[in-house]
């Protein structure tokens, strides 16, 4: 299929990565639109690890409101410039973010934020939960649950609920792409009335 430029420009529209990177993409998915936004996807994992040693020098801070004022999701972000902390899509991001946390009510940031106490904890629970699983599939019962049960609680590791296809932590390194450089979710918060 040959790579046009009206396909460029829609990758590029759909995904905001540079023309020179959606143009390599298309070319190596052969022309195939969803097959380049996962390439791109691909890319964006080791491009923002690439970056996980830079430091942060620049952030923003950003809420959203939810259900008539009942609910508050609070989140600040960093990035490596003020270029790229005062960018409105940087900002987009932070607010796309806290409204994640009102929705979603996250209580981790990462697994590695999970205590070894709570991990020992889910695992009695779930392990009680299991007792009626043979032997050689406990285990693997009792890592599955738990790996569930952190899926929903981890904030990079949720479904972002504008589009379940990607997880958080897939939206912040589509940005690290597309922004070229490193960002991060420092700090975040979720108030309700109830």
Known sequence: MEITTELIKQLRDETGVSIM??????EEAEGDLEKAKVILRKHSTSAASKKSDRALG????????HAGGSVVG????????DFVSKNEEFGKLAYEIAMQVAAMNPQYKSRKDVGDSELAKLRDVFAKEAVNVPDKARMQAIEGKIDSYLKERVLLEQPYVKDPSLTIGELI????????????????????VR
């Open 21 to 26: 990177q959606c143009k390599k993409a298309l």
């Open 58 to 65: 620049a952030g923003i801070a950003a809420a959203y409101t």
């Open 74 to 81: 609070a989140v600040v972000m960093a990035s490596e410039t």
């Open 173 to 192: 390194n589509s940005a690290i792409q597309k922004f070229g450089e490193k960002i991060e979710i420092v700090r975040f918060e979720r108030l309700s």
